[in-house]
């Protein structure tokens, strides 16, 4: 009986460590350009070089020095680019046949979204301290500095409030 009741324990263990590396998330956008010094931090990792062809996930934080840009593009082709001195974390993207919706959140800096086909259905949102700005089909710029977020869209339905 012993026996069994330690096999069994020695199983749950395994298990207790196998199933994270099962539940991996899949990359939601990478890198598609940079300039400059930029960084990628993910979970509880410190900050590294971001690199061409890095791959991002949902809740990871990317950041731009001064001087400095980079550009993200997510895998329904939509791109974001992030001028000097920017940070922003990816915190929800989802595409499928049925629903396209991102969010991301800014916390300083500018970034430029350029939704690519979107439908009237399809979302996407930027969040600041103050304010959420998201759009319908369009591309659409977004800025937070020094406690105001400001916004503009060159086509599509583009909303602000706070």
Not at 60 to 84: A, C, H, N, W, Y
Request: hydrophobic share 45%; net charge neutral; charged share 20%.
């Amino acid at each position: 009986m012993k026996r069994l009741r330690d096999l069994s324990f020695i199983i749950m263990i395994a298990l207790f460590f196998a199933l994270p590396s099962l539940a991996v998330a899949s990359p939601v956008a990478v890198v598609t350009a940079l300039e400059g010094r930029t960084d990628i931090t993910r979970g509880d990792d410190p900050a590294r070089p971001a690199a061409l062809g890095d791959e991002v996930f949902i809740g990871d934080f990317l950041r731009t020095m001064s001087k400095s840009r980079l550009e993200v593009t997510f895998i329904d082709g939509s791109i974001s680019r992030m001028s000097p001195g920017s940070r922003l974390r990816v915190t929800e993207f989802l595409f499928d046949a049925n629903e396209r919706k991102g969010t991301i959140d800014l916390f300083r800096g500018k970034v430029q979204s350029v939704v690519a086909g979107a439908t009237p259905d399809s979302a996407f949102e930027v969040n600041t301290p103050t304010a959420v700005c998201g759009v319908r089909g369009t591309t659409f710029f977004v800025y937070f500095r020094d406690g105001v977020t400001g916004g503009a869209s060159s086509e599509g339905t583009f909303y602000v409030y706070s």
